[in-house]
């Protein structure tokens, strides 16, 4: 396990074992003063305390919570990327070819926790599709075809974008990556009679992406004292 995520997880270890136990606040030990303990909230994402948790509240320890978490993140994140392949109309030899390099790295990779990257890849697939989706709803090629629910759509998925930064502050490089997604196709492909509102409405709610963030930044403030 990485030394700099170790004292969260240590957090979700204490959050099913003790009643005292916090999310993403571990109770250590106080260095002036080691008969007494400190819960101090952690100023990182909350990402590697979450990870741990379904296997440990189903009774599992944790470092085989842990091991399963990551097999099923690049599970799941693996067929995201198989997915986008086949939407990409990628050849079906290059489709295993890639299954079969993605699936051999699973094993390995749960030997070692060191960050959050696994649920980042876990993440960025399915919001990739989803990104394309949105870029669909407004070039009209998918069955969406109201303009608000295009909107609120796009709300939700701005949002999502920027619940990454829970997991690691990384992750908003990869939201500002997929939001500008939809902005582009618009900007690109569509028609200059429909661009103009369109890309309005999407500009206008584009500050919802930095919701999350703000909410994580306010919430360290808060907990940290």
């Known amino acids: 396990m990485g030394e700099d995520i170790s004292a969260q997880v240590l957090s979700s270890l204490q959050f099913v074992d003790y009643e005292f136990g916090k999310i993403n606040a571990p109770r250590l030990s106080n260095p002036s003063n080691l008969f007494e303990n400190d819960q101090i909230?952690?100023?990182?994402?909350p990402g590697p305390c979450i990870l741990p948790l379904p296997g440990m509240i189903l009774g599992l320890s944790l470092g085989e919570s842990i091991r399963w978490a990551i097999f099923a993140c690049?599970?799941?994140?693996?067929?995201?990327?198989?997915?986008?392949?086949?939407?990409?109309?990628?050849?079906?030899?290059?489709?295993?070819?890639?299954?079969?390099?993605a699936g051999i790295a699973?094993?390995?990779?749960?030997?070692f926790f060191g960050?959050?990257?696994?649920?980042?890849?876990?993440?960025?697939?399915?919001?990739?599709?989803w990104s394309l989706r949105?870029?669909?709803?407004?070039?009209?090629?998918?069955?969406?075809?109201?303009?608000?629910l295009k909107t609120i759509e796009s709300l939700f998925f701005l949002i999502s974008l920027g619940?990454?930064?829970?997991?690691?502050?990384?992750?908003?490089?990869?939201?500002?990556?997929?939001?500008?997604?939809?902005f582009l196709n618009v900007l690109i492909f569509l028609k200059k009679s429909d661009r103009t509102?369109?890309?309005?409405?999407?500009?206008?709610?584009?500050?919802?992406?930095?919701?999350?963030?703000?909410?994580?930044?306010?919430?360290?403030?808060?907990?940290?004292?």
């Not at 909230?41 to 994402?45: D, E, F, G, I, V």
């Open 74 to 101: 690049g599970i799941l994140g693996g067929i995201g990327w198989i997915k986008i392949a086949k939407d990409l109309s990628v050849a079906k030899e290059g489709i295993l070819i890639s299954a079969f390099v």
């Open 41 to 45: 909230w952690s100023l990182r994402p």
């Open 106 to 111: 699973i094993g390995p990779s749960t030997i």
């Open 197 to 225: 509102k369109a890309l309005f409405s999407f500009s206008m709610i584009s500050i919802s992406l930095f919701i999350p963030f703000m909410i994580l930044e306010k919430t360290n403030i808060i907990l940290s004292g």
């Open 163 to 182: 619940c990454l930064s829970w997991i690691k502050l990384s992750g908003m490089v990869i939201a500002i990556t997929l939001a500008t997604i939809p």
């Open 115 to 129: 960050t959050a990257n696994i649920l980042l890849y876990l993440f960025t697939p399915w919001l990739l599709l």
């Open 134 to 148: 949105i870029s669909g709803n407004y070039l009209d090629t998918t069955h969406c075809k109201n303009f608000y």
